[in-house]
């Protein structure tokens, strides 16, 4: 990609982050996922990936750090809610779909 592409790309992922993280914080990740298919810890592992790819050591604490903007206990302290079973099972489901079996 040529460097406007790269720019616009980031720029899009900037804006991506804060609906996340700012304007919808309501959503809760277990929809993301059963959704979607991701939620932010995809989009923080996908951020840690980049990193080390690049040379860069970053576990996945600080990489979710740096996504949220704040821990990941402040951030299930102040907007997860507890997931149904019916949440779980379908989580389970996506999860293994597009992650893994993790």
């Known amino acids: 990609p040529s460097q ?4 616009l790309q980031a720029a899009a992922f900037r804006r991506l982050q804060q ?4 304007d919808r914080t309501d959503v ?3 929809d993301l996922m059963n959704l979607a298919g991701f939620c932010r810890n995809c989009l923080s592992r996908w951020y840690q990936e980049a990193a ?3 040379g860069i050591e ?12 704040l ?6 302290k ?12 379908d989580f389970k489901e996506a999860f293994a779909k597009n992650v893994g079996e993790g």
């Open 4 to 7: 406007q592409e790269i720019e």
């Open 19 to 22: 609906h996340l993280m700012q």
């Open 28 to 30: 809760q990740n277990i």
């Open 52 to 54: 080390n790819e690049r």
């Open 58 to 69: 970053m576990g996945k604490e600080e990489a979710r750090e740096l996504f949220y903007g």
């Open 71 to 76: 821990s990941m206990g402040d951030w299930k």
């Open 78 to 89: 102040n907007y997860q809610t507890d997931a149904t079973s019916g949440q779980q099972a």
